[in-house]
């Protein structure tokens, strides 16, 4: 069944928005990280979930989505179906192993290529619009949308000049080349999602975005999976002591995300046990077995659990066998993991930075901290154990409940809209200005 030309001229408006049209397809990129790849390991982690979870959510709702990313072994399918209405194209760029993330602006032709050749195949109009997640795939998709005249819409996820501001000690900074391609991205995206008032604010400052053109939408938590449950069937099952004070760790093991933190604090309170649950990423892969050397040598091995990433299912008993789960993590545009584990009845200790402060209530989900101080640390944990964490058990889930991925479609499915309307517009102000595959840029005036 062919698809009609220029589909995107006559899409139906959202039900739940009246008056915003509705994509009928969206193409979604993401270059560097595969949503069937497993989080807390690698580079895959909360964008993983976010882009595979919202492509379900869109299909249930009778938007198909098409999911650009790159191939990593030659055993991945052309083409997988992951539900109906969901496809995750694997694109051939470079080679499948050995390509660390900083490599991939070297493989961004490869990859444009793979996505502009997947739609020639198909009718013009085939996708209403493009969404992009990290800046990799704002370059892609700014190409893409450009060709096939439609929409970009661009969810940055971190952006360097903010994890640059923040960096862990002995970290690696982001380089300028990102810096330049983030700036690019902005200028370019008809409209920008991001998770947080707060990053909306440094979308403006840091890169002179328009404020009109950005949608604030909270990700979410699959509210069916994660639910408070039996927290000594789930220790039994970790073979955790049923009896220990258990902070936990979820996420991929690298300077950014701060387990070392939370290990040092430990340290400071003799009676608690610490479950590490992920794997080495980013400059963590340096020294892939760094926190067990620490741990070491703060004399606390015997108090310490490290466990692979973890499933879905195996992660929601990781959450229920723990009294707090710790997110240290030096930059994090919102926390996924801090919602998961409130869902989950578990209350949050996280550092104050970015989006936590909207994921987790502090003091009555949970606790925030200024700083990544250990002792600073060890100080909140400690009074959150006095307290009794199951006291904020019941206030932890109610939180939770608030961020749904069916209310987080809502608000994507009306920035899509104010988006299509947007290109429209300006397609009637400026006619052919995009047609030719260039686009005409309202801000600047000028052809870009």
Known sequence: MTTPQCRHDNVPPASDHPGLPLPRRVAVLSVHTSPLAQPGTGDAGGMNVYVLQTALELASRGVDVEIFTRATSSADQPVVRVAPGVLVRNVVAGPFEGLDKNDLPTQLCAFTAGVLRAEATHEPGYYDIVHSHYWLSGQVGWLAADRWAVPLVHTAHTLAAVKNASLAEGDTPEPPMRSIGEQQVVDEADRLIVNTEHEARQLVSLHQADAESID??????????????????????????????????????????????????????????????????????????????????????????????????????????????????????????????????????????????????????GALVDGHDPADWARTIGELFSRGPATMTRAAAEHAAGFSWGHTVDELLAGYGRAIAGHRASRQRQPGARRSGRRFSMRRGVRA
Request: proline share 9%.
């Open 216 to 365: 604030v939408v909270h990700p979410g938590v699959d509210l069916q999976i994660f639910t408070p449950g039996d927290k000594a069937a789930a220790r039994a099952a970790l073979g955790l002591d049923p009896a220990a004070s258990i902070v936990a760790f979820v996420g991929r093991i690298q300077p950014l995300k701060a387990p070392d933190v939370l290990l040092r604090a430990t340290a400071l309170l003799p009676d608690v046990h610490v479950v590490i649950a992920g794997g080495p990423s980013g400059s963590g892969l340096a020294t892939p077995d760094g926190l067990v050397h620490l741990a070491a040598e703060l004399g606390i091995t015997d108090r310490v659990t490290f466990l692979p990433p973890q499933s879905r299912d195996d992660l929601v008993r990781v959450y229920r066998a723990a009294d707090i789960v710790a997110v240290p993590s030096y930059s994090e545009s919102f926390g996924l993991v801090a919602v998961e584990a409130q869902a989950c009845g578990t209350p949050v200790v996280a550092a104050a930075v970015g989006g936590l402060p909207v994921a987790v209530r502090d003091g009555i989900s």
